[in-house]
């Protein structure tokens, strides 16, 4: 069960992929930025593209720790070290994002950052969800 609304002004274009505001209410959980590395803190892969789907393996489960899932997520501020390795890795961004994630779109930032604190690290996420009052 999901209590969000998507916002989308008269007039303006659906955007694709992401929402330009959520309203929501209930219960919220937010992450630290994670990253692409296991729960042993080893990056499992070197590319943008295979960090990112374990960036989104990491938010499930540290969601799921507050009984929240994939579809609870209302946004997402993504940290990219190198903004055409992002551009050229959507495809396969967008393959990871469908198989987790589904059909949530929630509102999302990329920003690309001249480095992050983990130098292996090519993404970093931040994600904020809330889950319906009962």
Request: no cysteine; proline share 6%; aromatic share 8%.
């Amino acid at each position: 069960m999901t209590a969000h609304q998507s916002l989308l002004p008269p007039g303006w274009p659906r955007p694709r992929g992401y929402s330009n505001g959520i309203a929501a209410s209930g219960r919220m959980i937010f992450t630290a930025g994670i990253i692409g590395w296991d729960e042993n803190e080893q990056f499992v892969a070197d590319d943008l593209a295979g960090q990112f789907r374990q960036v989104l393996i990491n938010t499930i489960a540290v969601l799921a720790e507050a009984g929240a899932a994939a579809e609870h997520i209302v946004r997402m501020t993504w940290y990219v070290t190198d903004r055409e390795e992002y551009l050229a890795s959507l495809p396969a961004i967008g393959a990871a994002y469908r198989e987790l994630i589904g059909r949530n779109f929630p509102a999302m930032a990329v920003v690309e950052v001249s480095a992050l604190v983990e130098a292996a690290a090519r993404i970093e996420i931040e994600t904020t969800a809330v889950i319906p009052a009962p």
